[in-house]
């Protein structure tokens, strides 16, 4: 099928106190239960490094040309399956698994101080939440000023807003990785049906607006 969508989702490696990163284990659990035969799913484990995400991100939007990249990440603080509304340019004091952290602080040099994502959060969360998947979203605005925050900064630069993060608790607190995969499958399905009724919209404005033109 040529017209299938490309999607890219991410887990971390292990890092920290997080011997296992339920983020991966969670991406590899979607990788099993797939997004059904309109999608082409790819996923990829990211290095905890500052260095090797901006190796890695700029290679991974070029190489796929992706509608969407979504990234996962681990957070011993979340209860609930998190979604990322924006990602943060300053900050980035805390150092990675290769005790390194940017001389500047931030992402890009020039870039905004924070970029949304085109998909709202809300609306994807909204959805997922009243479909009783029996697990619980919530929507947050700032993922925290790590390697989370970094990938999610660059990866909306990139992408042109094209990008979402979820952040996942640990294993068994509460969720099991199936309840995980569960939630990432629901969140980026809802996720590409708000971007295909946004990319709608637009072409209705804009047929609208062309309509005025004559």
Not at 182 to 203: G, I, P, S, T, Y
Request: net charge negative; glycine share 8%.
């Amino acid at each position: 099928m040529a017209n299938r969508k490309k999607v890219i989702v991410t887990g971390f490696e292990p890092f920290g106190e997080h011997a296992v990163n339920s983020s991966w284990v969670a991406v590899q659990e979607l990788d099993r239960l797939g997004l059904g035969k309109a999608v082409d799913l790819h996923v990829c484990e990211v290095p905890v490094e500052y260095q090797a995400v901006q190796d890695l991100l700029p290679s991974l939007w070029e190489e796929h040309q992706p509608q969407l990249v979504v990234h996962v990440g681990v957070s011993g603080l979340a209860t609930t399956v998190t979604l990322e509304q924006c990602g943060h340019n300053k900050g980035y004091k805390r150092l990675d698994n290769c005790s390194f952290c940017p001389a500047s602080q931030c992402c890009m040099e020039s870039g905004p101080d924070c970029i949304h994502s085109v998909v709202d959060m809300e609306t994807v969360c909204k959805r997922v939440n009243d479909s009783d998947l029996g697990v619980t979203l919530s929507v947050s605005k700032d993922a925290g000023r790590y390697l989370c925050d970094y990938t999610y900064y660059t990866s909306l630069y990139l992408g042109q807003g094209h990008s979402a993060f979820i952040h996942v608790p640990p294993l068994g607190k509460p969720y099991s990785s199936e309840d995980l995969g569960r939630a990432l499958q629901a969140a980026v399905l809802e996720m590409l049906k708000f971007l295909e009724l946004d990319h709608k919209h637009e072409h209705c404005n804009h047929e609208h607006q062309h309509q005025h033109d004559h």
